[in-house]
């Protein structure tokens, strides 16, 4: 392993974390021991079993909670607060109801720098990029739209383009394609791993579909039930770009094979603490 | 939406899309001239009753008498009028502003929200009636009492209002700015504000007509000019049509001005009106 060597060119660093929401009875330990690295431009993916504290990952690294225990760095620093190379998809979609698709999807500009800085300046440019990216996912033609007049796949999409529009360093995507269809999905996929190839941001993405995670990662983590914590990691090493035919190999079928067998593993495996 | 104490939930319409557009007396408008047609009625029945058992104009004078009074003593009526809606506008415009600022106050901070709103409900408590004497040892008679009660009096929906907005502003909406980095007063001007509008709004259609209520009380007590203070003079002289001349006004009035805040709270929070078709 030359994990030492290159601890410096880590972006996130994740050293035996532990999360625990609320105190004393009636608490739930979330996390517990759980330790990962990625690399500044790396995609990778987080697969377990429902409840196994995977957003509670995506919320500690953005910094909207502390941790219990452990470290937690990112680009060096101690996280103690949001960080603004951050753009996140929840997994709940939700959207500022007063303002139309465009306003919300142009919200990250108005409030991180150095973007809020021009934005009177440069609205036009920026609202031709914000219309470019809801033209990518397939939202043109709702612009103008409050979120209620969308559906939930839609505001799912609208909200990756927030997520989006102020070019972060790094991306927390909350499974971001979970209630689209078949074919919207594969399509944003290409999309996503274009925009990666392009911009090289770091990526980090939850998703409960084994195809979409192969596809899309350098590597794919598994996470064993609450108190989660990395049971499996794997490397993915097809070329890019990937065809979408590609997911029919056997070679790509035999790493989701595998990484499936973890995850049984990952749902019958209680951990000692495991608590209420 | 989160439901608060004092929050509208407006029913959806339901017959409304389905409901043929038929000519003049299409269900719909029937639906909108009902309130005007059904006031209408209350009072032919009204003169009607006091026709058929001779009610005596000093015990309850008939509608046709008291609206007569209101046009032959108009130009009289008039300047009390404006002076009371005056009072009640200024009263009511001032507790709007403070009662903003101290909403914020309280709703941004949990802290202050638990140290200040029990104090704010005791202090809601106290009838408005008992401080004009208050007031009239200050201030002396007239219009500046009037102006302070009506304040005050509009001053806590506001208030409670907007602090209950600000309180339960919900958190994942909070997060989309909080993880964008954004200062708390970014994440309270982008959604803790916004939120609270419904609430806001709520509490003015609220606040207008307890401003009223305030001017016209601190009138009857202290001042010589205003509705209030008129029918006071009124009634000592069994002037009865005369008092019921200014019931009228004040009625005409609040309804206005509530209607005016109704509208305007439609315009400002669409979103979050339930909606029964989509909005154009
Ligand atoms: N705000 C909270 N307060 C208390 N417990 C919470 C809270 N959020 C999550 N939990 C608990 O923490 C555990 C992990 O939750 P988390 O949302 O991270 O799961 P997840 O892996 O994202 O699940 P899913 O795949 O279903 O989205 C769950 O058991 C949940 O009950
Ligand atoms: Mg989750």
């Not at chain 1, 839609?154 to 927030?162: D, G, H, V």
């Not at chain 2, 259609?205 to 209520?213: D, E, G, M």
């Amino acid at each position: 392993m030359d994990a030492e060597a290159q601890s410096n060119s880590h972006l996130i660093d994740i050293d035996d974390v532990s999360l625990r929401y609320g105190v004393g009875e009636g608490s739930t330990l979330a996390l517990a021991g759980t330790s990962f690295q990625v690399s500044e431009g790396e995609f990778i993916s987080l697969v377990g079993p429902s409840g196994c504290g995977k957003s509670t990952i995506v919320k500690l690294v953005s910094g909207l909670m502390p941790v219990t225990g452990g470290r937690l760095t990112v680009d060096g620093q101690p996280v103690t607060g949001p960080l603004s190379i951050v753009g996140i998809a929840f997994q709940n979609p939700v959207m500022l109801p007063w303002l139309s698709t465009l306003d919300n999807v142009l919200l990250p500009l108005k409030i991180v720098r150095p973007h809020r800085d021009h934005f009177r300046q440069r609205k036009e440019e920026f609202r031709d990029r914000a219309r470019a990216l809801l033209k990518v996912v397939g939202l043109d033609g709702f612009e103008q739209k409050f979120p209620w007049q969308l559906s939930g796949g839609m505001r799912q999409r609208a909200s990756l383009c927030r997520a989006l529009i102020h070019e972060p360093r790094l991306l927390l995507l909350d499974e971001p394609f979970a209630s689209l269809d078949a074919f919207t999905r594969e399509e944003l996929w290409g999309v996503l791993q274009d925009l990666w190839l392009e911009k090289k941001p770091t990526i980090i993405m939850i998703t409960h579909e084994l195809r979409e995670a192969v596809y899309l990662s350098d590597k794919v983590y598994v996470m064993s039930a609450r108190p989660g914590r990395i049971l499996y990691e794997r490397d993915v090493r097809f070329d890019r770009p990937r065809p979408l035919e590609i997911t029919f190999d056997d070679a790509f079928v035999e790493v989701a094979q595998d990484l499936r067998q973890y995850i049984q593993l990952g749902r019958n495996e209680t951990s000692a603490e495991a608590g209420p | 939406m989160s439901t608060g104490p004092l929050v509208k939930t407006k029913p959806a319409e339901k017959a409304d899309e389905f409901a043929p557009q038929e000519g003049l007396f299409s269900e719909r408008n029937l639906r909108r001239a009902s309130p005007y047609l059904f006031t209408l009625f209350l009072f032919v029945v009204w003169e009607l009753g006091c026709l058929a058992f001779d009610v005596a104009e000093y015990v309850l004078p008939r509608p046709t008498q008291f609206f007569e009074i209101l046009l032959t003593r108009a130009p009289d009526l008039w300047g009390h009028s404006v002076q009371t809606l005056y009072t009640t506008v200024l009263g009511f415009a001032l507790g709007v502003v403070t009662g903003v600022i101290i909403g914020i106050a309280v709703g941004s901070s949990k802290l202050v929200y638990a140290a200040a709103y029990p104090l704010l409900v005791g202090f809601n408590s106290i009838p408005k009636v008992a401080i004009v004497p208050i007031l009239v040892i200050w201030f002396g008679i007239g219009t500046v009492p009037a102006v302070i009660t009506s304040l005050v009096i509009s001053l806590f929906p506001v208030v409670a209002n907007v602090a209950t907005g600000l309180a339960t502003t919900q958190a994942e909406l909070e997060d989309i700015l909080r993880a964008l980095g954004a200062s708390k007063w970014d994440t309270l001007v982008h959604v803790g504000l916004p939120s609270s509008l419904p609430y806001f709004f709520a509490s003015l259609k609220i606040s207008i007509s307890l401003a009223f209520v305030g001017t016209v009380v601190s009138e009857t007590i202290a001042a010589n000019t205003g509705i209030g203070s008129m029918m006071i003079v009124a009634s000592s002289n069994f002037d009865v049509p005369l008092v019921f001349a200014g019931l009228v006004i004040l009625a005409v009035m609040g309804v206005a001005l509530y209607a005016v805040f109704a509208v305007l709270e439609q315009r400002m929070t669409f979103w979050a009106q339930t909606r029964p078709d989509e909005m154009g």
